[in-house]
């Protein structure tokens, strides 16, 4: 009986325990303020005490964007490969596949905003802080052409922390097949408005992300190629505390508008709206 009661408070000690409040309530990443899951997300991931915007899910951007019912995705079987035949980069695709229910990290579908048909694009800094891949930069590549050919505004949501390093030069590749892709689409007049969100970084910021007729940025959105570390031990000097915000690149004109998650979806229809009263 002794020994069984010791077996018994083994078993009972090397079970890992619990949080009872994990995944009910988080923590700011700005604030540190402690908030409801629930509440986060019913306020479009906006912290309620100091108004930070977090990270989104790409399902989530599209509730928030698209009219219900009107989104159709596209290139969704794309899948990644391992062309550097880089260790664990396999495994750790298919783990994040399972873990976000998404094939990459971008979404794309034609979908309506306020009534309007759009082809969109939502990166999802969930599935390996949407680093630029190949197929990453193949979806978006086609969903330009896809824009281009049916004459219909772009759109796309980034964030992302970079190229992917796991891919290589196959990765940085992506910058200019985008870019040549938004050349042809800028020659058609058609109107294609990036909206950056909190992080956006790297060959991400490089290309596609910053070519936008017009350019929106969330508030406090940090935006930029190298991080703020790399940038003071290159140049010797201090910069800034809002260095790489939305709101510092605004100042300088690399931004158009700065706008609350609340807003942009009006913006957005308003400025899609125009530039279809301009086209009549």
């Known amino acids: 009986m002794g020994f069984f009661l010791q077996r018994q408070k083994k078993l009972k000690s090397s079970t890992p325990k619990r949080d009872i409040n994990e995944g009910?309530?988080?923590?700011?990443?700005?604030c540190k303020e402690v908030v409801s899951v629930r509440q986060l997300n019913t306020n479009l991931g906006v912290c309620p005490s100091c108004g930070f915007h977090h990270r989104m899910t790409?399902?989530?951007?599209?509730?928030?964007?698209?009219?219900?019912?009107?989104?159709?995705?596209?290139?969704?079987?794309?899948?990644?490969?391992?062309?550097?035949?880089?260790?664990?980069?396999?495994?750790?695709?298919?783990?994040?596949?399972?873990?976000?229910?998404?094939?990459?990290?971008?979404v794309t579908g034609i979908g309506k905003i306020a009534g309007y048909s759009v082809a969109i694009g939502i990166m999802d800094s969930h599935f390996l802080m949407a680093s630029m891949g190949s197929v990453v930069g193949e979806k978006i590549t086609r969903l330009i052409e896809v824009s281009t050919s049916r004459k219909i505004p772009l759109i796309m949501v980034c964030t992302s922390g970079g190229a992917r390093m796991q891919e290589g030069i196959y990765s940085l590749m992506q910058m200019a097949k985008t870019s040549a892709?938004?050349?042809?689409?800028?020659?058609?007049?058609?109107?294609?408005?990036?909206?950056?969100?909190?992080?956006?970084m790297g060959g991400v910021t490089a290309s596609f992300a910053t070519l936008g007729d017009i350019i929106i940025a969330e508030k406090g959105a940090s935006v930029g190629f190298a991080g703020r570390r790399v940038v003071e031990q290159t140049i010797k000097q201090k910069l800034p505390d809002h260095f790489q915000t939305?709101?510092?690149?605004?100042?300088?004109?690399?931004?158009?508008?700065?706008?609350?998650?609340?807003?942009?979806?009006d913006k957005l229809a308003m400025l899609i709206e125009l530039h279809e009263g301009s086209e009549c």
């Open 24 to 30: 009910v309530y988080t923590k700011c990443e700005s």
């Open 246 to 265: 939305a709101e510092f690149l605004q100042e300088k004109g690399l931004v158009d508008l700065v706008v609350s998650r609340y807003e942009l979806r």
């Open 58 to 106: 790409a399902q989530q951007r599209l509730d928030s964007l698209i009219d219900p019912g009107s989104f159709k995705e596209i290139n969704r079987r794309l899948h990644t490969l391992n062309p550097l035949s880089f260790p664990g980069y396999e495994k750790k695709i298919e783990g994040l596949m399972e873990k976000t229910q998404l094939n990459e990290a971008v």
């Open 181 to 200: 892709a938004l050349a042809k689409h800028n020659q058609a007049g058609l109107l294609y408005i990036s909206v950056l969100t909190h992080p956006t």
